[in-house]
Every structure is written in structure tokens, then in C-alpha cells.
């Protein structure tokens, strides 16, 4: 008999250890593993087991590479039915579990996750679903990751189509949990245990691991068959890997960062590709949480330590820093150290863990090596371990040897004895996605027509394209809707009554970006931003177009090998249809040059991408068929096709069902509908009293609320708003009178422009956006509506006067209120069916809504029900056709329409850790932290803004677009933390007053009239921290003055201009002829009127610079933490704005805990005035700054916090007083005794200073701090 090898007989002394420390708790029935028989008898974790069977599956290797003899293939057999069916008892165990799946998939409830541990003997549950924080994505994506590398390696734990079909429902499951918060790795949420669920990166880490393997894997049955293949969507990739390179290091809102982490920037989960944020969270977790006997889980960590209370499970938050420097330290965390190690190939961090595990280990009295749970201070020890960490003893508690540690110690003595390579643990190579990473590769887009008519008219600018049905037959081009009902099919079993993926969930540019294999067709699917009627956003055709090169932008970044979506480029496929090129459907005036403007947009779009470049990124345009062979390919299969043509037929039969309905909506005759035979028509109704009675309760309601205390009555905002919006400190802040009839001049009266200097995406060229005329805003029609039917209402589609003056009504005479009783609901059908002015329509079925209610019967027609819901129905279609922005968003807001783009809007916000409040700034806000359902989002919005339509359409519009830009321009968002709507809504209305020298109420009215994409541009402008500009007419707008060195020109500008006042002014007081001197200045200000608009900018570019930060919310680097050592220093705390943020925040939370971030939002919330708002910021940052102030020269208060509005105050008084003695411009204001408009009492030219500099407000604010420490 020979002998063994030297390697082979360690070999089997691993095997032996393993055989002791870990298979004998093996169930020999279920194979599963039970490992904590004294407090949970017979629970079989799903984390625990499928670690375990790493264990199993890296002996089945190395008996397979290492094997001398017969006996050793005979053991690597073993190992591995061994290791298979451990998994299939698993799969088996959550299969029984089907239905919660598929509940979980529609409403993603923490009852309806699969439960985290079961019987190791019955394979049932063990807990029932609210006793236990089952919800643990990792543990079910830690699972299919596994999965995936096991079937890669060779064995077949799958065994039929109806295991298959549920695999491909755990991935519908896992696939939303980048935005789904869940218990974590610790089965308890936020690091109090009070069952709150947290959005943590180990989770969704693990979640973007098992999606990428699963995707990799191929068919899981090894021998090709058809419909074993798992699809995945790679959209919900790139949503993980934003969401975590947002996040880490930090684990979730609760925990700054989590030894946990390590599990997904190594083995098992290589889920993060960007190696300097790996090496950062590295760092990190060493930095915090490393040491001498492992790692602690998180800071402040009370589990099992000496001083928790064993009575209970949770903490009261007041507890948590008596666990501060005595966390438990946990060996499991060495093994990840070690092989991390091992994966970077780094000898001497192999030797520093492996030699620090060794010492770790248990010895038992049979001689095994056993890994403990953790490691804990005794109590006697507690003291000096706090005192200096790291000093004392400590002692192993908890299960011993811990299943999950010990696992991984078979794998470290593997890998460590070179029995196996790292690179045989990951045979889906997934640890090379942070090594090869390989730059973007270039769009391919084709640009299709969708009739002869269009084809031709872009021929005659030079642009060559296909039509639709010139494509060869092996193509077809259906919408993304066609392949979200396509993909509800995958899935679906009918024996464990489950469907596929949840219908309403979108289809993301990266999915539709690759061609589609069913049987001998190809099938490509255009973006679903392209569908039609998903909003009425999309009537706007430069929103489409600005679609268009953000969407090519991130599919340009976001298509690497790293996604590992599939082999071969991206392909997009845009369709141009005759709406994009025609104005049909509005009136003929004005509309040639609007026809030309709307041609130039879709063909300069069209020539950018032709010529290769948009939006920063490269693509290159051809016909689909030229793309062929480089364009990645998915195939779609199902096991019960039969023959080829069977999946083809689904795909085809939805395919023209969404073809008649195209069609159906094209054929439908635009222009006028419905008119019915005898029934007299007039062109307009507006010279009648009765109407001009019912057009002023109209107008009155159709005002923007900033003020929960509006009545309904009393909506109508007059001047005395200017003091709310803060608009009156500018010369043009307040409304100049028309010389024809005195009333305020509106944008419809003096045609001036807004110069936007740069749009979103494209930022080649100004664009002049009239913000004065509702007909000006009016586009051409994109699509043709896909509502149409034979209307009721009578309507000619031309330019209508939608956006009258609050203003011009409150000179008029008032309507008595008497006026409106008398007046009887025939008066009102009777002037409906007269009038086919769309603006009198509105008008008159708006009061119709308000005065009896939307589901009231107008009797219209006799011979069927007219509610005045359909009557708004019709009315909002023939808005979105004429392009009426203020009436599309009055009747969309009392039809209560959900944009289709908010909820995906808001999930991109909140998964990159930017939160939102909505509803008016300090009085009805409400906030969004955390991803919230499609029925719960409707909800808030509803709550928000009950009886305020008009607001309640146009905060989902910029929620929408702050969606968007956060996507494509990240850095816009830098050091802003939660967004505000309400206030960005009143900054919007401030610029426009500004500009267009209006008042309150006719600039929030002119907002409603503004087309979305100029909506959007302006948004982009104040997140960039530029400001809009006014341009003369016929000239070139101004250039957008961007970074703090412009500002610091305009302010050396302003300086000057000051120098030159004030020697004015001290020449006319020389003066003895008040009059002439009044004359002299009056003819100075004629003289230099052209540059007087330019000095009134300059004059008031802090304050805006202050008051748009304020409504981003957007605070210093480092300014939570920076607050945290504040409040550590003060016993007392520090107050804001009445409230105090007490010295006890700092024991319940660390200091980059998220958490506090958002309780001190939560005060600085309560603070309406956004420019207030930033000098709160600036003096808390300054007290947190001069640290030395406040602690070695000073006396810090013990009976009362430090008051932040007192501060202020005194910063006031200080600069007044010193302005007072330069005889500077606050002489007009303050310096005379009396307070000025500026917000809380503060000079308005306080607000105006920079913040550094000799007259800062820094340096106000140091004095009165000097002045409040010192004295």
C-alpha cells in the first residue's frame, strides 16, 4: 500500500478539522447546519449555511486538484453532493416560502421577505414573520451569488424548470435592493434594535454581486439548455454601484461604517470595482474598528458587552456611548483581513493576520483549533479599556466553535498551504472587475423615421436615415413597454403560482440598449423615455431632445465591462415622427418661426450625434444593420417553447397590439372633435360679466400657496409677498407701473428675455428663453395624444391668454360674492358650450370643479353623463396639444396626475443620500428619507398639497428634473443634503421678479407658464451657482458667472461702484440746493442707465448666492461633524432658532453618523428664510472652527446653550454701528434707527457681504463671538 504525500496528509487533516468543528452539526437528513443549540435549538441560518458550504465546496477543490489516490477522488465526490445538497436544501426552503416572494416583489414589506433562518430538521420556519428581522437581502443574494460560482465551477445544484423559475423570481426579489431598506447583516437595522430598517451597503453590495454573477453564470443546468438561462437587468447594476459609491465607507444612516463591508470589497463579494474607494473603506474599517482581537462590528456596539442590559433587545439611544471603546471584537473579521490579503497578493499582510488568527484560536481538550464567536472586556476591565483602548484582556464568549468564523478559518488553512489559488474560490473571475478596467466604448445609435413624409424633410437638411419599414425583416422595433410585458413572462410558474417581473417597474436605457435574439428574429426596443404619454413632460420637444443627450451621457459612462451586461456595444434606437417636425393642431400665427425653431432642435440634435460627440459622450451613427456584429445580443428563451417560433409569438403579439394602438392614436383626425350638429358656437365669451365673474374666482385659485395659511379665499398673493420671497431688496424687486393703465407691467406687456447660458446637457450654445407669453412657450405637437376620442368641448388650439396678471385683476372691480350664488350652473354650460377659447374652457370648468365638485353632471349631451372630471380630462388634453403650461399644470394638478418619472426621480435622489421635503418651507413640509412605494409617495404628495394643484404638479416636475441631474451631474449636488422644493419654487419666483421687475404674485404666475425644459435649465443654472440674466433685445445674453472667483471680481466691481456713490453723495450734501443735487443724481442715473441693471446684479449677488444656497440646503465640508465636537464642547448645547440641540446628541450618536445630520436638518428646517438659513450655517461652522476660542480663552457657559440668533443679532449691531461710521450705503437703511426688509431684522447689506474678507460677515460674526466668549 503506498504511502501518502507530505501535502496529502495535511490535506487530510484540514478535512478532519472540518469533519469535527463544523460537518458534525450537520443535519444528516437536510444536510443543513444548526450551530447554536443552546439559545436557538435547531436554527439554521441562511448566512451561517452557505458560508458552511463555501467551507465543503473549497475542500471539494482541493481534493479534486490534490487528490493521490482513488479514496481522494471518492472524498471530493462526497464533499461535493455534500455541498449540493446543503444548497438545494436551501432552495427548498425558500420555495415553501413562494408566495411571500411574490407579495415581496409588489410592495417590498418587511412581513413579506423570506425568512432568514428555518428548521434544520423540518426545513419549516422556526420564528414567526414580525418576531424576527427576517428581512436580509444579503443573506438571499449571498445565496445566489453562490450559486452562480458553484454552477460555474461545475456542479449542478439546480435540478428543473421550476427551481430555475424561481431563481429568476429571487432575482425580481433582491433587484429593487439598492432602494430597499432592510435588517442587514446583524439582523437588527439601525444600531438601537428598535426593529428600523436602514438602506445599508453591505446589503446592497451583496444584492449588485449576485446580480453580476447570476448574469455571468449563464445557463445554470451546464449543458445549454433552453430557458435555464437567468436574465438579469443590468439598469439595477449600475442603480447598486451608484447607490455604493455614494455610501461608502459608511454602512447605512445609523452606522458610519461596518466591518461587514469587508464581505463585499473581497471575497466572497468583489462588488466594488473603483479600487480607490476600496482602499478607502479599508482604511476606514482598520482605522475604527480594528483590533488586537479582531474587529468590533460598528462603533458603539453593545452586543454582549459587560454593560447591556440582557432584559432586552433594544437600547435607548441614550445608552449607546457607555459602549463606546469596549465594543465586543469579533475573530471572523481576521479571516476577511487574510483573505483580502491573499487576493491582493500582499506576503506581509498574509503573515501580520494569519499569525494574529492563530493566536486568536481556541484549543479544546480533543486538541481542535477553534475561531469563537467574539472576544468581550470584562468588567473589572472596563475602566482601564476605556482609558486607553486597546489595553486589556479580553475574553472569548458565544458559540464556540461559531459556524460562520470557522468556515472561513478551512478556507485561510487552504489557501494558506497553497492547496488551493485565490482564483479557484472565484471562477466567475469577479475579482478582477477592480484590476481591468478598461475605458468607455463609444453609442452606436440608429436614427429611424417613421414615415416617408419625415424621411424626406430630413433628407433636405442633410440628415440620410432609415425608415422603420425599411429595416430587413430580421428586425423589428418595438417600444420599451413591449419588453417590461415581455419580461412579466420570465419567471412565471403556475405550480408555484408565481408570475414574473411586476409590470410596473421600468425598463432602463441599459436593458434596452442591446438586441434581443427570439428564435430567427431580433428584436430592438427603442428607450422607454421615447413611449409615448407617460407624461406631459414629453410635449415639450427640447425636454425630449435634452432626453436624448443625458440619456446617451450615462449609457455612454455606465456601458463598461465592469456592469458585465453583455458582449458587444451598447445600440440605441431613436424613432423621429412627424410631431417632433410639424406644429399641426395650433394656430397659424407665429407658428413658422416655432415650426423652424422645433426643426432646428430635432435636426442639430441629430447632426451632434452624426457628428460622433453630444453631451460628453462619444457615439457614432449608422443604420441598425451596419451595427450587426458589434452590438451585444440577449437571447430570449422559455423552457416550454417547443419550437422556435413560440417565444416569438409573445413577443409578436404585443407587438401589434401596441401597433393598433399606435396607429389608432395617429389616425385620429387632430384640430376640432365633438362639435355637435345645431349646437351654436361663438369664438369667445370673454366680454360677458358673468364670465369675467367666474374668470377672478378662477384666477384666485389658481395661485401658488406659500403660505399654509392661505384660506381659499385669500389666495391670491399680493405685493406684501415680496417680504416673504424676499424680493423687495433690489431696485427691480418691485413691480413697474405701465404708463397705459398703471397696472404692473407682466411679461406679456414688456417681451424681454431670459438668456440661459447653458442647458443640462448641451452646452454649446446660449438659449433664449421668453418667459413673457404663454404663445411663445407653445411647441409644436410631438405626439399625437393617446387619448383621443370625440370630445365634448369645442376648442380652437391656438395661442390663448392663459397667463393673466393677479395683479390686473386686483385693479379692477371686485366680484361681489353675491354676484357668484345668483349665478346658476345653466348660466355656466350655457357660456361652455358658446366659447372654443381654451383658456374661457378652463376658466369655466375649473369654477364648475370648485363649485360643485368633479364628479357633478353638467348634461352637456342628453343622451349620456358629462362629469366635470371628463370635462377636465378633455381639458388637459388639449393643454398638453396647444402646449399650455400653466393650464397642462392647473388641470393636471386637479385631475391629481402622478408624473410616470417621480418615483424613479425620487429613488435616484434618496439612493445617492440627497433627501427632499415637500409642501410650503417650514409650515407643511414633509420629508422623504427613505424609498417609499408608488401608494405611499402618492400619499405625501397629496398630504403636501391638498388644495394647491398648481404647486402639487410643478414640485413633481422639479423633483423630476432633480432626478435627472443628479444622474448625469453628480457634482451639482456636492455638500447638499437634503432639497427643499417648497423654497426652491420661491427662489424660482424670486429670479423671475427680479429679472422681469414683477411682482410676487405675477412672478409665481409667470412660473406656471414656463415650458418644462426652461424650467429645467434654470434649475440646472442655480445648482451650478450661476445666476440668470437678462438680455437686451436682439442682443446676446451675459455670460454665466460661475466659481467664487467670479464673484470676488463683481464684489472688487462693487467696491468700486461704492466708492464712486458714496463721493456722489458727500459732494451733493457740500451742496446747498437740495433740489439740484436731487437733479444732478437723477441725471448721473440717466446717464449710466445702461450699465444700471448690471450694478443692481452686482449689488445683490450675495444675497442671491445666500438665498439659493439656503434652498439647496447646502452646508460646508465636514459641517455635521464639525457641529458634533461643538455640541461635545458645550454641556448646555446650542440653540437655533429656538430650538437647542442638546450635548446629548453626541452620546446618542458618533460623530459622522448620519443620523444627526438629519436631526440637525430637522432644526435648521424650521428656519423659512434660506438666506438666514446660510448665516446660521456660516456662524456654526465659525463657532465649531475657533476651537480655541471657545475653549482656552473663554468661559463656556454652564446654565443656558449658546444662542446662534443671539450671535447674529450682535454681528448686526456690529456691522451697522461700524457702516454707521464709514458713512457707507447702510446710512439709507439701518444706520437710521429703523430695521430694513432683510429677513429676521438683519441689514439686507449685512446678507450682501462676502463671507471672508475685511468686511465680511466672517468677520462680524468673530467679533460678536470674541465679544460673547471673552466678556
Known amino acids: 500500500m503506498r504511502s501518502r504525500s507530505g501535502s496529502g496528509v ?176 446583524w439582523e437588527r437595522g439601525d444600531k438601537t434594535n428598535q426593529g428600523i430598517r436602514e438602506l445599508n451597503a453591505s446589503s446592497i453590495g451583496m444584492v449588485k454581486a449576485a446580480l453580476q454573477a447570476l448574469n455571468s453564470v449563464g445557463d445554470l443546468f451546464g449543458d445549454g439548455s433552453k430557458g435555464s438561462v437567468i436574465h438579469v437587468m443590468p439598469d439595477e447594476i449600475e442603480q447598486c454601484t451608484a447607490v455604493l459609491e455614494s455610501m461608502l465607507p459608511r454602512e447605512s444612516f445609523s452606522k458610519e461604517t461596518d466591518a461587514a463591508l469587508l464581505t463585499i470589497i473581497s471575497y466572497p463579494g468583489f462588488a466594488v470595482e473603483d479600487s480607490e474607494l476600496i482602499e478607502a473603506t479599508r482604511e476606514t474599517i482598520i482605522a475604527s474598528l480594528y483590533g488586537k482581537y479582531g474587529c468590533k462590528r460598528f462603533l458603539r456596539d453593545g452586543y454582549k458587552t459587560v454593560l447591556e442590559d440582557g432584559s432586552r433587545l433594544y437600547y435607548n439611544k441614550s445608552e449607546l456611548q457607555q459602549f463606546e471603546d469596549i465594543e465586543c471584537e469579533w475573530p471572523v473579521f481576521i479571516c476577511f483581513l487574510l483573505l483580502d490579503a491573499m487576493y491582493r497578493k500582499d506576503e506581509s499582510d498574509v503573515e501580520r493576520y494569519w499569525r494574529q488568527l492563530d493566536e486568536l484560536l481556541v484549543v479544546c481538550p480533543a486538541g481542535f483549533r477553534y475561531v469563537p464567536e467574539l472576544y468581550k472586556v470584562e468588567r473589572d476591565c472596563v475602566s482601564g479599556e476605556k482609558a486607553n483602548r486597546g489595553s486589556q484582556p479580553r475574553a472569548y464568549d458565544g458559540p464556540t466553535p461559531y459556524l460562520w468564523a470557522q468556515s472561513l478559518y478551512v478556507i485561510c488553512c487552504l489557501l494558506y498551504e497553497g492547496f488551493l489559488l485565490p482564483s479557484e474560490l472565484d471562477p466567475l473571475s469577479r475579482r478582477m472587475a477592480a484590476i481591468e478596467r478598461k475605458a468607455p466604448c463609444e453609442v452606436q445609435v440608429s436614427v429611424l423615421a417613421d414615415s416617408v413624409e419625415v424621411q424626406e424633410e430630413l433628407r433636405l437638411i442633410g440628415i440620410h436615415v432609415q425608415r422603420v419599414d425599411e429595416l430587413d425583416d430580421v428586425f423589428s422595433v418595438r417600444p420599451a413597454s413591449a419588453l417590461a410585458a415581455t419580461l412579466a413572462k420570465l419567471g412565471e410558474c403556475s405550480k408555484l403560482s408565481m408570475t414574473g417581473r411586476p409590470l ?136 416550454d417553447d417547443w419550437d422556435e417560433t413560440r417565444s416569438g409569438e409573445r413577443i409578436q403579439l404585443l407587438a401589434r397590439e401596441d401597433k393598433r394602438n399606435e396607429k389608432a392614436s ?54 406684501e409677498n415680496l417680504v416673504q420671497l424676499r424680493l423687495a431688496y433690489t431696485r427691480g424687486g418691485k413691480a413697474s407701473l405701465d404708463p397705459t393703465n398703471g397696472a404692473p407691467t407682466t411679461p406679456e406687456k414688456s417681451g424681454r428675455q431670459v438668456t440661459i447660458s447653458s442647458s443640462p446637457t448641451i452646452r454649446s450654445s446660449p438659449i433664449s428663453i421668453p418667459i413673457s407669453s404663454p404663445s411663445s412657450s407653445a411647441l409644436p405637437v410631438l405626439h399625437e395624444s393617446p387619448l383621443q376620442r370625440s370630445g365634448v368641448l369645442h376648442t380652437n388650439l391656438r395661442a390663448t391668454g392663459s397667463a393673466s396678471s393677479l395683479s390686473d385683476m386686483s385693479g379692477s372691480v371686485r366680484l361681489e360674492h353675491s354676484q357668484l350664488e345668483e349665478m346658476g350652473v345653466g348660466d355656466v354650460v350655457e357660456m361652455l358650450r358658446e366659447t372654443s377659447d381654451l383658456e374661457e374652457q378652463t376658466t369655466l370648468v375649473h369654477y364648475l370643479w370648485m363649485k360643485f365638485g368633479a364628479d357633478y353632471d353638467t348634461r352637456l349631451e342628453e343622451w349620456r353623463a358629462v362629469t366635470v372630471r371628463e370635462l377636465m380630462e378633455e381639458v388637459y388634453e388639449k393643454a398638453c396639444e396647444s402646449r399650455e403650461w400653466s393650464l397642462i399644470r392647473l388641470t393636471s394638478g386637479l385631475l391629481r396626475k402622478r408624473l410616470d418619472e417621480l418615483p424613479k426621480a425620487v429613488t435616484h435622489l434618496l439612493v445617492r443620500q440627497k433627501q427632499l421635503t415637500v409642501g410650503m418651507p417650514s409650515k407643511k413640509e414633509e420629508a422623504i428619507t427613505c424609498p417609499k412605494t408608488n401608494e405611499e409617495l402618492k400619499d405625501i404628495m397629496y398630504r403636501a398639497y391638498a388644495d394647491d394643484p398648481n404647486a402639487f404638479t410643478l414640485s413633481q416636475e422639479i423633483i423630476v428634473y432633480l432626478g435627472s441631474l443628479v444622474r448625469t451631474e453628480p457634482k451639482l449636488f456636492t455638500e447638499v443634503f437634503r432639497l427643499r422644493v417648497g423654497l426652491i419654487i420661491q427662489v424660482l419666483a424670486s429670479e423671475l421678479a427680479r429679472l422681469r421687475n414683477l411682482s410676487a404674485a405675477d412672478a409665481l404666475q409667470n412660473l406656471l407658464t414656463i415650458s418644462p425644459f426652461e424650467m429645467k435649465s434654470m434649475l440646472f443654472l442655480l445648482l451650478s ?131 444627526f445630520a438629519l436631526e440637525v436638518e ?60 464709514m458713512e457707507t450705503e447702510v446710512l439709507d437703511c439701518c444706520a437710521t434707527g429703523e430695521s430694513c426688509d432683510g429677513a429676521r431684522g438683519i441689514c439686507k447689506h449685512l446678507y450682501d457681504s462676502a463671507p471672508a474678507g475685511e468686511y465680511g460677515t466672517s468677520h462680524y460674526i468673530i467679533k460678536s463671538l470674541c465679544s460673547f466668549f471673552m466678556h
Not at 424548470?161 to 431598506?181: C, H, K, M, S
Request: contains cysteine; hydrophobic residues 35%; charged residues 30%.
Open 10 to 185: 495535511r490535506l487530510d487533516r484540514i478535512l478532519f478539522l472540518a469533519e469535527q468543528t463544523i460537518m458534525k452539526h450537520q443535519d444528516p437528513v437536510t444536510a443543513l447546519f444548526a450551530n447554536q443549540s443552546e439559545n436557538f435549538p435547531d436554527h439554521a441560518w441562511v448566512r451561517d449555511n452557505v458560508y458552511a458550504a463555501h467551507a465543503l465546496w473549497a475542500l471539494y477543490r482541493a481534493f479534486q486538484k490534490s487528490a493521490d489516490f482513488d479514496e481522494d477522488r471518492v472524498k471530493a465526490n462526497e464533499l461535493g453532493m455534500t455541498c449540493v445538497k446543503l444548497m438545494q436544501s436551501l432552495l427548498e426552503c425558500m420555495m415553501r416560502q413562494s408566495e411571500k416572494v411574490e407579495e415581496f416583489k409588489k410592495h417590498q414589506r418587511a412581513l413579506d421577505a423570506l425568512h432568514a433562518k428555518y428548521s434544520a430538521r423540518k426545513k419549516l420556519t422556526v420564528t414567526a414573520d414580525s418576531e424576527w428581522g427576517h428581512l436580509q437581502l444579503d443573506a438571499t443574494s449571498l445565496f445566489l451569488l453562490t450559486l452562480a460560482q458553484m454552477t460555474a465551477s461545475g456542479l449542478q445544484v439546480v435540478r428543473n424548470f421550476d427551481e430555475v423559475a424561481f431563481i429568476q423570481n429571487l432575482v425580481w426579489y433582491i433587484e429593487t435592493g439598492y432602494r430597499t431598506p432592510d435588517f442587514g447583516v
Open 1162 to 1221: 430637522e432644526v435648521l428646517n424650521q428656519i423659512p428664510e434660506p438666506e438666514y438659513r446660510e448665516l446660521v450655517i456660516e456662524t456654526i461652522y465659525l463657532v465649531g472652527r475657533l476651537e480655541k476660542l471657545t475653549t482656552e480663552y473663554s468661559s463656556i457657559p454652564s446654565d443656558r446653550p449658546i444662542d446662534i440668533d443671539t450671535i447674529i443679532q450682535r454681528a448686526n449691531a456690529i456691522f451697522v454701528e461700524q457702516n454707521r461710521q
Open 1025 to 1155: 451657482g450661476r445666476l440668470l440674466e437678462d438680455a437686451s433685445e436682439g442682443g446676446e445674453g451675459k455670460g454665466a458667472r460661475t466659481g467664487i472667483g467670479s464673484f470676488r471680481k463683481q464684489i472688487e466691481e462693487r467696491k468700486s461702484m461704492r466708492k464712486s456713490m458714496r463721493a456722489e453723495k458727500k459732494e451733493d450734501r457740500d451742496s446747498n440746493e437740495s433740489g439740484s443735487s436731487s437733479k444732478s443724481l437723477e441725471e448721473s442715473g440717466e446717464e449710466s442707465e445702461e450699465s444700471g441693471e448690471s450694478e443692481e446684479e452686482v449689488f445683490g449677488i450675495w444675497l442671491r448666492h445666500r438665498r439659493i444656497d439656503g434652498a439647496l440646503n447646502r452646508v460646508p465640508p465636514n459641517f455635521y461633524a464639525t457641529l458634533w465636537d461643538t455640541l461635545h464642547r458645550f454641556p448646555q448645547g446650542v440653540r437655533v432658532n429656538g430650538i437647542t440641540l442638546h450635548w446629548g446628541l453626541t452620546q446618542e450618536m458618533t460623530r459622522r453618523e448620519i443620523k
Open 504 to 639: 410596473e417597474r421600468d425598463v432602463g436605457i441599459l436593458s434596452t440598449s442591446r438586441l434581443y435574439q427570439v428564435g430567427k428574429k431580433f428584436v430592438i426596443f427603442t428607450p422607454q423615455f421615447m413611449d409615448r404619454s407617460r407624461s406631459h413632460l414629453m410635449y415639450d420637444i427640447r425636454i425630449l431632445m435634452d432626453e436624448w443627450g443625458s440619456e446617451l451621457t450615462y449609457l455612454y459612462d455606465a456601458w463598461r465591462p465592469r456592469v458585465q451586461i453583455a458582449a458587444g456595444r451598447a445600440l440605441v434606437v431613436l424613432v423621429v415622427n412627424k410631431g417632433m417636425l410639424s406644429s399641426d393642431g395650433l394656430s397659424s400665427i407665429a407658428n413658422l418661426s416655432m415650426t423652424r425653431f422645433m426643426k432646428s432642435t430635432v435636426t442639430g440634435t441629430i447632426k451632434k450625434i452624426s457628428n460622433g460627440y453630444i453631451g460628453g459622450a462619444r457615439v457614432v451613427m449608422k443604420n441598425v444593420s451596419d451595427f450587426f456584429r458589434t452590438t451585444a445580443v440577449n437571447k430570449l428563451e422559455f423552457h
Open 666 to 719: 395617429m389616425d385620429t383626425p387632430k384640430g376640432q372633435k365633438g362639435a355637435k350638429g345645431g349646437m351654436k358656437r361663438g369664438e369667445s365669451v370673454k366680454d360677458r360679466s358673468a364670465y369675467n365673474a367666474v374668470h377672478k374666482a378662477s384666477m384666485r385659485h389658481r395661485s401658488i400657496v406659500l403660505d399654509s395659511n392661505d384660506s381659499g379665499k385669500s389666495k391670491q398673493l399680493s405685493d
